[in-house]
């Protein structure tokens, strides 16, 4: 196991729902990060939290909420999403955003959008 | 804006030789590249980080090189084996600590 964990790793909603994805990890780290992986699609970076602060929104829409209570615990809240919001969610996490470590990343939740 | 391309989508070799997967970036100068490896349905695993002043790295039988000038990098996995199969992910780090990915090479080792 990688140290961060991520629950749930099916999750099926409709475009009315609201759910939530969370991702913990226990290495100390003070980065976290949210990232969304479509077919044929490099992995896209969505938001980076360090130390509970947000320092990166890579233009995601505004029914993606995250949110970082502390640095081991990191949240992904969805609402009226679209089918095509349809990915594989990864969270990762790293020492400290501003150096060049490397990141672990979580196993990912698999969402479906009907 | 910055772009990293992995050579192809799928890499077939037979067991026992070595697989090269190449990385080009466009747009950018990054000081460190790192590759990940992926198994389906699982969230990428770290292998190998290299910075721009190294040649090259290597661990155990995987071996990366950086060239700054061909803005490329080369990730070779020598005496292949089937447990190799999996998607092989580059990325470049920028001075925050973002990770660009690229969309992955898909390697078969056949036994």
């Known amino acids: 196991e990688t140290g961060v964990t991520q629950t749930p790793r099916h999750l099926v909603m409709g475009m009315t729902n609201k759910k939530s994805l969370k991702c913990e990890q226990h290495?100390?780290?003070?980065?976290m990060y949210w990232y969304k992986q479509s077919a044929k699609k490099p992995l896209e970076l969505m938001f980076v939290y360090s130390l509970e602060e947000r320092v990166e929104n890579n233009s995601v829409p505004s029914r993606f909420s995250p949110e970082c209570p502390n640095s081991s615990h990191l949240f992904l809240h969805l609402h009226t999403l679209q089918p095509e919001d349809s990915a594989l969610y990864l969270c990762a996490s790293s020492q400290d955003h501003r150096l060049n470590t490397e990141a672990f990343f979580g196993q990912g939740t698999r969402l479906t959008v009907v | 804006s910055q772009k990293i391309e992995q050579n192809s989508e799928a890499l077939n070799i037979q067991e026992g030789k070595t697989a090269t997967l190449t990385c080009n970036y466009t747009?950018?100068?990054?000081?460190?590249l790192q590759w990940y490896r992926q198994d389906p349905g699982r969230g990428p695993v770290f292998l190998l980080l290299?910075?721009?002043?190294?040649k090259e790295k290597r661990k155990e039988r995987l071996k990366v090189t950086f060239d700054t000038t061909l803005k490329q990098s080369l990730f070779h996995i020598t005496a292949s084996q089937p447990a190799d199969s999996a998607t092989y992910l580059c990325a470049f780090t920028n001075t925050g600590n973002q990770f660009y990915f690229g969309t992955g090479t898909s390697l078969t080792v056949i036994p």
């Open positions: 290495l100390g780290h003070n980065a």
């Open positions: 747009n950018y100068s990054p000081a460190y």
């Open positions: 290299i910075r721009e002043n190294e």
